[in-house]
Nanobody
């Protein structure tokens, strides 16, 4: 069982920066693919960025060049550095850990952290 706790959200002005953290407990994240999702009001949850256990990363087009996902195995924490924030980045951001273990999929979510970008 993995517990994920996000932090670092808040209110920031258009063009500002925030760094989200996702701290894990209960198991090492080393074997997990980690991802950040977001959900704006009345919209579906969408994948923002993902980092594999081998540290290859993926970004949705709307955040490429602005967001950076990283992981610190020693701290068992995943980060999302968000620069040049825009009002359309306003959403609740969720951390996700996902892996296959034998023939079973392990999938965990944090409780979310609110990011609000004012224009």
């Amino acid at each position: 069982q993995v517990q994920l706790v996000e932090s670092g959200g808040g209110l920031v002005q258009d063009g500002g920066s925030l760094t989200l953290s996702c701290a894990a407990s209960g198991s090492s994240l080393e074997a997990y693919e980690m991802a950040w999702y977001r959900q704006a009001p009345s919209q579906q949850r969408e994948l923002v960025a993902r980092i594999s256990s081998g540290n290859s990363s993926y970004y949705t087009d709307s955040v490429k060049g602005r967001f950076t996902v990283s992981r610190d195995i020693a701290k068992n924490t995943v980060y999302l550095q968000m620069n040049s924030l825009k009002p359309e980045d306003t959403a609740v951001y969720y951390c996700n850990a996902d892996r296959m273990y034998w023939n079973r999929r392990l999938d965990y979510w944090g409780q979310g952290t609110q990011v609000t970008v004012s224009s």
